[in-house]
């Protein structure tokens, strides 16, 4: 079954076993599927097979599709490989039909014996699932791996950077998983697949919910594999794949990178209407270089905007009106914020919106309702909690918001003992249903930006994503942040925007400002969070470093800046770097307390040795001209970031 260029499939029918060559050498060998719904199936089980092959004419262009087919105490196994002769990379999927085939554990690629080569700093990838409780990636040391990636991981040599992905594409149904452990003859064992139920990784307390249509069959996720020689290029790749197999349900942006503010970052809970239209007034009056492509920006009232309101949204909500039209007279846009499938009360009582009470639309697991975060998660099909998001984002529009911050999203993509639409039986077949009908309710009318959330699939429902957790003033929380952009840059791919979570200044560092504002940039747009209702250092800031033409250019096209390393465990890469409009902007990072030196080689940037170049610093205006590396010093918990130029 040959694919790409030199890249070829080899199956044995004798044994059930398959083996991938990219450019004739062996990656992935032995490999096989597996089942385990009332009875387990390995493919290598004895029993006849049969191959069939046909054409395909789909998103990725034209190719074949090779199926083997097997029986099995009256169980019919296909296994698919989806081959493009222009392609460095395929598709697997394994397939059983019969009676009661019902499984919560399917597995297209199985395999002790991957092969990645035993020189050069070898890596895993772990990606988290969401981006909650402050987790982070793990680019882990390969020769002592053992890990459970979420959807995707690249296994990568960090000096050559040529790497193998193997990741699912399909995220309506199954959640997936990537086992990886490094064996003692230097071989990797992987099993990539579908059913993956964690209490750590996803939150889940019971197994995965069974799969089948109609209890006849039970498909896995579509398995994306391919080497590339940048692994970078791969994930890129990948996450473009993505948004071709599940195209967005939200409707398009056309307009400009969001830019703007959210209360959350410093006024959290004393959030008013006086505050909030101070704000309005800092960035009309005092701050008018601070505006997106489209001459404005996005003023978001985060948690606790209830306390413009008196008797909820049936009742008083004044304020909230007049913080809009307050916007508008300003030519800012409002926003809102809310979560459609948490339950923050917790008691017995009516939904709003909803002749339902809050108990019948609990998920439950082990019978005990599900709390996440502090919050009780929300049955996405149930009609309580659909009349409920109906109730209120219906109101958010009668007002006149025109964006909205949704939050922990994951509450409604958990495994629960049942749902209450009887054929949904998987957490993200739940999460499909609610996010599609979250998604009718808007019908075009708001800007859709994801805070907690599962990472591949939320990519389909909204605009904007945040990257990671929260984020706020400090050096590490720019490090905690740049971890997630370092190693999940390439969801600048998958989403319209990835956000570096509200650039909050406060008391802190120059450098440290520079370094926060910088964590923004990189990952490719910018929401503020500084109290801006007051005076303080945190003001001047705002308008010394927030106005700058320069830095502010950098955003224009919503876009993420690669790491270029990839080797830093589970802190943050140190050097990012992106072409612009013909020029290479690398931003350098010191996130310890003593100041650094670093040597970077240019072609390590993808630029030429033995010719001279132009590197301008965008916070200082220093220049310099240099020839095969660039030497710099960047003070303790700072950043250098350099416009090089020919």
């Known amino acids: 079954m040959p694919f790409g260029k030199n890249n070829r499939i080899s199956y044995n029918l004798n044994s059930g076993t398959y083996s991938v060559f990219f450019h004739d050498e062996v990656t992935i060998g032995r490999a096989f599927a597996a089942y385990e719904g009332k009875?387990?199936?390995?493919?290598?089980?004895?029993?006849s097979r049969k191959y069939m092959v046909s054409h395909l004419n789909d998103a990725w262009g034209k190719g074949k599709l090779y199926t083997i087919g097997q029986s099995y105490n009256g169980l019919w196994i296909q296994q698919l490989f989806y081959v493009y002769p222009g392609k460095s990379f395929f598709f697997l999927q394994v397939k059983v039909s019969g009676k009661e085939v019902a499984a919560n554990y399917i597995a297209p690629l199985c395999t002790d014996h991957l092969t990645t080569g035993a020189i050069g700093d070898l890596r895993g990838l772990v990606v988290p699932f969401d981006n909650d409780m402050w987790v982070r990636f793990d680019a882990q040391s390969l020769q002592k791996a053992n890990y459970t990636s979420s959807e995707v991981t690249a296994l990568y040599n960090n000096d050559t950077r040529q790497g193998l992905l193997i990741g699912s594409v399909e995220h309506t149904v199954w959640k997936s998983g990537i086992n990886v452990q490094h064996n003692d003859n230097n071989t990797i064992s992987l099993q990539a697949f579908g059913g993956l139920s964690d209490s750590v990784i996803t939150h889940d307390k019971i197994p995965h919910g069974k799969v089948s249509v109609n209890g006849n069959v039970c498909a896995s996720p579509k398995i994306m594999v391919g080497l590339f020689t940048d692994w970078r290029a791969g994930m890129e790749q990948y996450a473009a794949a993505n948004r071709m197999a599940e195209p967005p349900v939200i409707f398009k942006w056309?307009?400009?990178?969001?830019?703007?503010w959210n209360s959350w970052g410093m006024m959290q809970t004393r959030l008013n209407l006086p505050k909030?239209?101070?704000?309005v007034d800092f960035f009309a009056d005092s701050c008018k270089g601070f505006r997106n492509e489209d001459g404005t920006l996005y003023i978001d009232l985060d948690s606790y905007w209830d306390n413009l309101v008196q008797g909820g949204l049936n009742g008083d909500v004044s304020a909230l009106k007049e913080f809009?039209?307050?916007?508008?007279?300003?030519?800012?846009k409002p926003g809102i914020y809310w979560a459609p499938f948490a339950d923050w009360g917790k008691q017995d009582r009516k939904i709003e919106g909803s002749n339902w009470t809050y108990p019948a639309s609990w998920i439950t697991q082990h019978g005990i309702p599900?709390?996440?975060?502090?919050?009780?998660a929300m049955d996405p099909t149930h009609p309580g909690t659909q009349e409920r998001i109906l109730h209120y984002i219906n109101k958010f529009k009668e007002l006149g918001f025109e964006m909205i911050k949704i939050d922990f999203l994951g509450h409604g993509a958990l495994e629960s003992d049942h749902y209450y639409d009887p054929a949904v039986t998987t957490g993200m077949q739940a999460y499909k249903v609610g996010m599609e009908f979250l998604d009718s309710v808007l019908t075009g009318k708001m800007l859709v930006y994801a805070a907690i959330s599962p990472t591949m699939a939320t990519a389909r429902y909204v605009h904007m994503r945040r990257i990671a957790c929260d984020a706020f003033s400090a050096i590490d929380n720019s490090e905690y942040t740049l971890n997630s952009t370092g190693y999940g840059w390439w969801q600048t791919h998958l989403y319209e925007y990835v956000d570096a979570d509200h650039v909050v200044f406060n008391k802190e560092t120059p450098g440290a400002n520079r370094a926060r504002l910088a964590?923004?940039?990189?990952?490719?747009?910018?929401i503020t969070g500084d109290d801006f209702s007051e005076a303080g250092e945190w003001s001047a800031t705002g308008q010394r470093l927030l106005q700058n033409k320069d830095l502010l250019s950098i955003i224009k096209d919503g876009r993420s800046f690669r790491p270029v390393e990839g080797n830093t465990g589970k802190r943050a890469p140190e050097l990012f770097l992106r072409s612009i409009q013909g020029a290479t902007y690398l931003a350098i990072?010191?996130?310890d307390n003593n100041k650094r030196s670093f040597q970077v080689p240019l072609d390590r940037?993808?630029?030429?040795?033995?010719?001279?170049y132009t590197v301008r610093e965008l916070f200082t205006q220093a220049r310099a001209g240099v020839t095969d590396q660039i030497e710099v010093s960047i003070p303790a918990g700072d950043v250098g970031l350099y416009r090089i130029t020919q």
């Open 589 to 591: 990072f010191n996130y």
């Open 324 to 332: 809009v039209q307050y916007c508008n007279s300003k030519g800012l």
């Open 254 to 260: 056309n307009k400009a990178t969001p830019m703007g």
């Open 39 to 47: 009875t387990t199936i390995k493919t290598t089980d004895p029993g």
């Open 276 to 279: 909030a239209k101070r704000v």
């Open 370 to 376: 599900m709390d996440v975060d502090g919050a009780r």
């Open 519 to 526: 964590s923004a940039l990189v990952t490719g747009t910018l």
């Open 605 to 612: 940037l993808g630029l030429k040795r033995n010719v001279t």
